[in-house]
């Protein structure tokens, strides 16, 4: 951690540090919250918590800037919990142990955090500066946003005083962020029905494992494996020829990651295991094969298990399959209004299974409503087909694009005054909560700004250590410019 707070910006860094040191996995938030709020109360700063557990800490104008419209610097407590099948870490107790390699800091076989930590420390280390010009400023820490946005729909009227707002959850330096995705939960559930395990049988987990996963917005468009989807397949072709009887499918962690492993628990006649060895071997070099650009670390185990007290019955077995093996997954459609993003996706995220259920999370992004509305019609469909239930819940809206925003003005003009260059403007596939703000603030200024970050919510995520610089070096420019208010 020293050698983190020893880089450029030091401030920035000697924040992200101590985000590192003090656990904050989605709805685990509480330890760091409390830490932010004593700091900020020693350095005299107002400090409010919301009812749902939001902080908004402001801080007054640098003198000269008193008059300058009032900015909120927003970003999100929470970081996605993901570690690697082999690292032994408890996210609610254990400290992130972030390395620098080469030109980037990483994680040692965990998510880093660097989605949204690397914001939310700057925001706090603007807060903490005696030299930094700014007009009147707030800060927004909202909790949850990883698991379901708790925080941004929480936002009230009236807390914020701000009429422009910088989100600081952008994931590539040099891009200018003007509007997102929407999104929608979507829950399928297979009654499960139990039968004796028939006599005879050898019982084994088939495991799938070393895939890269990623964010499910920011990496749909990647092409890589989805765990569940591939065992899925493997079952659809499979489990037939086998005579092969599941006792348990589980796979994926998040409904916002996607699947980097997946298991299935399973018996087939003890006269069919050899079959099944080739069956798993054959399997694994087709995927190979095919994902060998994308997953080159792709791994799939068979390994010997007790004999389980049942198994779903025949009928119940079929749907699930078929289901898993039909479900759409990934890119749904681009869009033709912003080249090279995608304007609709579907994740298949987790799969459970317990004693009444197998639970299917996935999770819908569009950034038109429509295209959502679409994908849910469709699951709807499907889910009536298979004799399953699905459910749409927590729904979150977009943020659609306003060309004329003034800030992004501001920003665009600033990023070519300080680097000679245009950035790009775009609108991001992943789910900012800029558009939740828009509910309760609906004539607020928004511009999503940040780093590069490469694989979020997966143990490979890492963010560029040149791009923090760059991108803390914008975000101070950009205060200093702000307009005097109307």
């Known amino acids: 951690m020293s050698a983190l707070a020893s880089l450029y910006p030091q401030p920035l860094w000697q924040w992200f540090a101590q985000i590192c040191a003090i656990p904050h996995p989605s709805k685990h938030e509480q330890a760091l919250s409390q830490h932010i709020q004593s700091w900020a109360r020693g350095k005299g700063l107002s400090v409010v918590e919301d009812k749902v557990g939001n902080l908004i800490i402001k801080k007054p104008a640098t003198e000269g800037m008193e008059l300058c419209k009032t900015v909120v610097l927003q970003a999100h ?8 099948a082999d690292k032994v870490h408890d996210f609610t107790t254990d400290p992130i142990e972030a390395y620098i390699d080469g030109d980037w800091v990483k994680a040692n076989g965990t998510t880093l955090g660097a989605d949204n930590g ?25 909790i949850d946003e990883e698991a379901g946005m708790t925080g941004a729909f929480g936002v009230e009227p009236g807390m914020l005083d701000a009429e422009i707002l ?3 959850d952008s994931e590539q330096e040099g891009e200018i962020y003007m509007g997102c995705a929407g999104g929608v939960d979507a829950e399928f559930t297979v009654a499960a029905k139990w039968q004796a395990v028939s006599i005879g049988v050898k019982a084994f987990t088939l495991s799938l494992t070393g895939l890269k996963g990623g964010h499910s917005g920011v990496n749909i468009h990647l092409g890589r494996g989805n765990a569940n989807k591939l065992l899925a397949r493997f079952l659809a072709d499979n489990a037939a020829d086998l005579d092969l009887a599941i006792s348990a499918f589980n796979g994926g962690s998040l409904r916002n990651a996607i699947p980097r492993e997946a298991s299935v628990s399973l018996t087939v006649p003890a006269e069919k295991h050899r079959q099944l060895v080739q069956q798993v071997v054959d399997f694994e070099a087709l995927l190979k094969q095919e994902l060998a650009a994308v997953e ?19 009928d119940v077995q079929s749907t699930l399959i078929n289901l898993l093996n039909v479900c759409p997954n990934g890119v749904m459609r681009m869009s033709d209004e912003v080249e090279g993003v995608t304007e609709t996706s579907l994740n298949m ?10 639970q299917v999370l996935c999770l819908i992004r569009s950034l038109i409503d429509s295209g959502r ?10 889910a009536q087909l298979a004799g399953a239930e699905v459910k749409f819940s927590g729904a979150y809206p977009g943020w659609k694009p306003n060309p004329d925003s ?16 245009e950035p790009v403007i775009m609108v991001i596939h992943a789910g900012l ?43 101070l420019a950009v205060l200093e410019r702000i307009p005097a208010r109307a």
């Not at 407590?77 to 690697?84: E, G, I, T």
């Not at 010009?133 to 820490?141: A, D, I, N, R």
């Not at 995220?349 to 197998?358: E, K, L, P």
Request: hydrophobic letters at 40%.
């Open 77 to 84: 407590l929470d970081m996605v919990p993901q570690k690697n």
């Open 118 to 142: 690397i914001g939310m420390a700057s925001a706090l280390a603007i807060l903490g500066s005696s030299d930094i010009k700014h007009g009147p400023l707030e800060v927004l820490l909202t």
């Open 166 to 168: 910088i989100n600081t």
């Open 296 to 314: 080159p670390a792709l791994k799939l185990s068979l390994t010997d298990t007790t004999t389980p007290e049942q198994v779903l019955t025949a």
């Open 349 to 358: 995220g987790v799969i459970t299974t317990s004693n009444s259920s197998i």
């Open 373 to 382: 509305e679409q994908i849910e019609s469709m699951l709807s469909s499907l």
């Open 406 to 421: 003034p800030v992004m003005a501001i920003v665009n003009q600033t990023y070519q005054d300080i680097y000679h260059k």
């Open 433 to 475: 909560e800029c558009g939740l703000f828009k509910k309760p603030y609906p004539d607020m200024d928004m511009v999503s700004i940040g780093p590069t970050i490469r694989f979020p919510h997966g143990p490979d995520e890492m963010v560029n250590i040149k791009t923090v610089g760059q991108y803390w070096e914008l975000l």
